[in-house]
């Protein structure tokens, strides 16, 4: 009976859809496309649609809880931590109103979190003890050149004293010798003392003068006190040999942009006391920076724009979270902001070229191997549409033993209106590994969102044609790729569009949540200012729609590399896989933390038992989402078990 009223049911939308699209050509285009609309809402929402394609829904918080999103971190207590910071919004950031939320998807709740700072473009990483790595952000909006009214830019403030650093403060002035033109600093700086040099005998060769740069602009608005040239500067308020061997070297100091700038400050966030706990900062102010989580538990912290809002000039640094401070490495290597570094099983870093953009198109731009340690970059070939590697995304194909990785379409350098519709896949344990191209993607794609399943499909979804979504190009299209065959499958399309700033996150319940865009043009036409999306979408992957799933319970919370934990399934006899997936930390279209790392297990009655990998750069110590999948590929509830 239940048959045969479903039928019914069916018959009569299907009979009032037939008689929408008749009365359409006599009643215009608005009853049509009620019509049209009506009937996709039937065709999306019947099982059998869903059991193959998926499904979306779209989540609205209140109007108070409301932010402009642009980083999300899963966390150990099933919570995720979305943060905006001043939301690129400007009115925000001069007001202060620095905003994060954390969101319960299960219980559907959403809670305020006093945000220390503007974390606006930070950079985040999950430590071993399950709290969030917090650095950098952002201390000044941009300026366009028709904004800009005081001439400023870069000093590089010289001190040749080998017996003492100096500190200027801010508001020191500097006046040209040839120009005779003043600027004054913004912040103060700290200029190291000079450094002694000797040959191999002993003789002393000279002192290397030590460095300092500081951001400065005239006291006064126009043309006039622009600078044309390179000039030294003396400096104003020294005496005697601080006089001396202190100066400061401009090159052009004008009206031109002025980038935004970044902040040195770091937290660590507490996902249990649901609070920011300040660090040490950096040592070099960071917008835009990737964090890196290496094989002994420490952070890398890579790129950014710096205090002058120029790219950091390759001065990475590393974090370490048992004395909270951070120490550079001993080299320099620069790369563009948001670079996508993967941690390998040699303990080296893998670059697929991905990032954010800002900086020179000619430096760090080309993938390859990165030992840390050494500095060795070995460079990988074989990349197509190299020129369009802005805003493409990077993935871990899983399982992440295979070292195999999807590269995902791009844009030009800039806001150029080049987009690639390349995969490109490279398997680094090939004897001569290079970059391969994949299946293609329908359209051009800028900022793809993508998400590692515990079925091992990888979710595809979103993006725009151009540059932030520029003349109504958002791609409202989801695919799922597979790994195995290298094909892709068209699946229910999302029902909202995402640019830039936003990202994804697969939930412990195995769907996948969307956040965030920051469209630059509200119309087709490029007339009116876009809004950003405060929405969230959850997608529910098609396994989720199958009759079962399996089960998965007990066993221990703490798993040590090599060693195995037993949990309890009424379905032991029909699981297939076990995987541990990494969280999510997601912003800019990087997210360097999630990898689907494969179990060895063995079922026994109604236990399941895992073993987790020995190697420390595979599984790296934190929090991991236990999924089993059964005989069908659906995937049970995550455990959440840590590895220290």
Not at 22 to 44: C, D, K, S
Not at 278 to 298: F, H, I, Q, S
Not at 377 to 388: H, V
Request: charged share 25%; net charge positive; proline share 7%.
């Amino acid at each position: 009976m239940r048959d045969q009223a479903g039928l019914r049911r069916a018959r009569r939308l299907g009979i009032g859809a037939v008689v929408v699209l008749a009365l359409a050509g006599m009643n215009g285009p608005w009853l049509y496309r009620f019509g049209t609309e009506r009937y996709h809402q039937y065709v999306i929402n019947k099982p059998e649609y869903k059991a193959a394609n998926g499904h979306w829904d779209i989540v609205e918080f209140p109007k108070e809880y409301r932010q402009d999103t642009i980083h999300a971190v899963l966390l150990h207590t099933g919570k995720v931590l979305l943060v905006a910071g001043s939301g690129n919004n400007q009115d925000n950031f001069n007001a202060k109103k620095f905003d994060s939320r954390i969101w319960d998807p299960i219980k559907g709740t959403v809670k305020k979190v006093p945000t220390p700072k503007d974390l606006f473009c930070t950079g985040h990483t999950q430590l071993a003890n399950g709290n969030i790595l917090i650095a950098g952000g952002t201390k000044r909006y941009e300026k366009l050149k028709g904004d800009v009214t005081k001439a400023g830019g870069l000093m590089i403030v010289h001190n040749e004293n080998p017996d003492k650093p100096i500190t200027l403060p801010a508001g020191t002035k500097f006046t040209g010798k040839a120009n005779g033109k003043t600027f004054v600093s913004k912040d103060p700086v700290l200029v190291p003392r000079a450094k002694k040099n000797f040959d191999k005998s002993g003789r002393f060769l000279g002192n290397t003068p030590g460095l300092g740069r500081i951001y400065v602009e005239a006291q006064r608005s126009g043309t006039k006190y622009e600078t044309g040239t390179q000039d030294n500067y003396r400096i104003q308020g020294l005496s005697g040999t601080d006089a001396r061997n202190t100066y400061g070297i401009a090159q052009k100091l004008a009206l031109d942009k002025k980038d935004f700038q970044g902040i040195r400050d770091a937290y660590e966030f507490d996902p249990v006391a649901e609070k920011y706990i300040k660090v040490d900062p950096m040592n070099e102010a960071r917008w835009y920076p990737t964090l890196t989580t290496l094989g002994d538990g420490k952070i890398l912290s890579v790129s950014g724009l710096d205090d002058i809002g120029q790219l950091v000039p390759g001065k990475n640094e590393i974090f370490d979270p048992t004395t909270r401070k951070w120490t550079y490495t001993p080299t320099i290597r620069q790369f563009p902001t948001y670079p996508a570094l993967f941690l390998l099983q040699n303990g080296k870093l893998f670059y697929s070229g991905s990032n954010a953009g800002y900086g020179p198109d000619n430096v760090g731009r080309d993938p390859g191997i990165w030992d840390v340690s050494s500095n060795q970059f070995t460079k990988l070939p074989g990349l197509s549409d190299p020129n369009m590697m802005e805003t493409s995304g990077t993935v871990v194909l899983p399982p992440a033993q295979n070292e195999k990785f999807l590269v995902i379409g791009g844009g030009g350098v800039g806001e150029s209106k080049l987009s690639s519709k390349k995969t490109r896949i490279i398997d680094l344990k090939a004897k001569d590994p290079h970059f391969t191209d994949g299946p293609s993607l329908e359209k051009g794609t800028r900022y793809p969102q993508s998400s590692v399943l515990p079925d091992d499909s990888v979710l595809i979804s979103g993006g725009s044609e151009d540059y932030r979504g520029r003349s109504d190009s958002n791609i409202k299209q989801a695919r799922l790729y597979d790994p195995v065959g290298n094909t892709f499958k068209r699946v229910a399309d999302p029902l909202v569009g995402r640019n830039y700033h936003s990202g994804s996150i697969l939930l412990p319940d195995g769907r996948v949540m969307f956040f965030g865009s920051d469209s630059l043009y509200g119309d087709k036409a490029n007339t009116k200012p876009g809004t950003f999306e405060q929405r969230i979408e959850i997608y529910t992957p098609p396994y989720l729609y199958r009759d079962s799933r399996p089960s998965l319970s007990g066993g221990p919370q703490t798993i040590a590399r090599g060693a195995s934990g037993t949990f309890t399934s009424q379905h032991a006899s029909t699981i297939r896989k076990a995987r541990l997936i990494r969280p999510s930390a997601s912003t800019h279209v990087t997210d360097v933390d999630q990898r689907s790392i494969a179990l060895d297990f063995k079922t026994s009655s109604d236990k399941v038992t895992v073993t987790v990998p020995r190697s420390r750069d595979l599984v790296q110590s934190g929090w991991y989402m236990l999924f089993v999948d059964d005989d069908q590929g659906t995937p049970s509830v995550a455990q959440w078990v840590k590895v220290p």
